[in-house]
């Protein structure tokens, strides 16, 4: 029996041999050999029993007694396979010291050793259950992966992996680049000039612009449309125009989207001068009208009262009188075009040669380009006798009217006569109206009549109005 005793004692020294370091650092043991109990030394430097089924109250063991145990001793319960501490008063469960039983380590909790089935751990006390799951990893990759770390433990350049939280101020980031910024947590960062590219930029539509539309207010850069670019540009896309040709007042509203107008105004021609004669031996020929003068002008886009003016009256062939001013055009109170003045009318003519003044073209004053209409053409009559002053030679001629912006006026009558023919022999012509716009009526002209006739109609006025969308 002694010798199976020696034969465990050597059994726990071994085992006790291959404990890891914490656990070989525990209090001396030894088995008193009398009573068959694990002893160990307390603070006070004395031997008492640290093994056993029931705390102990009071012993002798190796000739030093106490009673009871000191503050700090520690006893292993055989039974409840736990340890103790004495705190002055009772004793404290702690599992945190190991004392081996005769027969072997059991499972459980030793102090710094944990034990389960048969396997040595290191109690939580220890390390912490974070800390024990890196420790029994094999690698290091298997630490990394215990702990999330990934690959970014691993760069020793620039980061490619993936990684979340925020910068605590704990170091400095500074930015480089096209994006500069230094600072720790948050900082603000700044483009640095010139260092957009193009590239850089969102791909546009085609025939597109970068900019902000008209009207948009303040905001973003948007992509625009030729339109939208036109509108910013007061620019024109297209064309329309409006033409004006009654006499009197008439209303201008612009097409939509006009933004500006060229208006063209013309006057009224003059009328033709009428042709007349006192006896019918005589003859008698009336002058053309003068043509209305043009105005020229670029005007922003906006409704007006645009006024046509009314020919020239023809100069009537009773007594042969001249013809009438044609009436001004307006282009509301902005412009105006004057008309032409009528041509002079024969009168009662009892003379054989004769000469009219036609009539002078409309001179306007207030347009941006200011057009003198054409003087009306002057009216002319000639007879000469032959040598028995019996038989005559004759011309008359009617003025025709003067020229417009837009054209020629009317044409003046015209007659003849050889000197042949019998004094009886009589013609006459009226004057034809003004043809163009704004052009003057030509001269009657009568010749070896006393019946007279009427020169042309100057022609209405006329306004066209160019408009830029």
Request: glycine residues 20%.
């Amino acid at each position: 029996m002694r010798m199976l005793r020696q034969t465990c004692i050597v059994l726990v020294v071994l085992a006790v041999s291959v404990l890891p370091l914490a656990a070989q650092s525990l209090p001396s043991l030894k088995l008193e050999r009398d009573t068959n109990w694990w002893i160990t030394l307390n603070a006070s430097g004395a031997w008492y029993r640290a093994f056993g089924d029931a705390f102990p109250t009071g012993n002798t063991s190796d000739g030093n007694p106490f009673t009871p145990p000191a503050t700090g001793d520690r006893f292993f319960r055989h039974d409840q396979n736990k340890t103790y501490s004495w705190d002055g008063a009772a004793w404290i469960q702690v599992d945190d010291w190991l004392v081996p039983n005769e027969g072997g380590v059991t499972d459980g909790d030793k102090g710094d050793i944990v034990v389960t089935a048969g396997v040595w751990g290191i109690d939580t006390g220890v390390a912490t259950t974070a800390g024990r799951a890196i420790m029994d990893d094999v690698t290091a990759a298997d630490q990394r992966t215990t702990l999330g770390l990934g690959t970014l433990a691993t760069q020793s350049g620039t980061f490619s992996g993936t990684s979340s939280g925020t910068n605590t101020g704990d170091q400095t980031i500074t930015l480089t680049g096209n994006v500069t910024g230094s600072g720790t947590g948050s900082f603000a960062a700044t483009i640095s000039a010139s260092a957009v590219a193009n590239s850089m930029l969102a791909d546009m539509a085609q025939s597109t612009l970068k900019g902000r539309a008209a009207a948009a207010g303040t905001g973003a850069p948007t992509d625009l449309t030729a339109a939208q670019v036109l509108a910013i540009l007061s620019a024109f896309s297209t064309s329309s125009m409006q033409v004006f040709t009654t006499p009197g007042a008439n209303t201008y509203t612009p097409t939509s989207g006009t933004k500006y107008v060229i208006a063209i105004s013309t006057g009224a021609g003059g009328g033709g001068g009428g042709g007349d004669a006192s006896a019918a031996a005589n003859g008698g020929a009336g002058a053309g009208g003068g043509a209305g003068g043009t105005t020229i002008s670029v005007f922003a886009a906006s409704s007006q009262t645009i006024t046509i003016g009314t020919g020239g009256t023809a100069g009537s062939g009773t007594n042969g009188t001249g013809g009438g001013t044609g009436g001004n055009t307006t282009y509301g109170a902005l412009d105006t075009a004057t008309g032409g003045t009528g041509g002079a009318g024969s009168g009662n003519s009892a003379i054989r040669s004769q000469v009219t003044a036609g009539g002078a073209g409309g001179a306007p004053a207030d347009g941006a380009a200011n057009l003198t209409g054409g003087t009306g053409f002057t009216g002319s009559l000639l007879l000469t006798l032959d040598a028995t002053d019996t038989n005559e030679n004759a011309v008359a001629q009617g003025g025709n009217g003067g020229v417009s912006f837009w054209g020629g006026g009317g044409r003046g009558g015209a007659n003849a006569q050889d000197a042949a023919a019998a004094d009886s022999t009589a013609g006459s012509q009226a004057g034809s109206n003004g043809a163009a716009p704004g052009s003057g009526g030509g001269g009657g002209v009568v010749l070896n009549t006393a019946t007279g006739v009427a020169g042309g109609t100057g022609a209405n006025g006329y306004c066209l109005v160019l408009e830029f969308q």
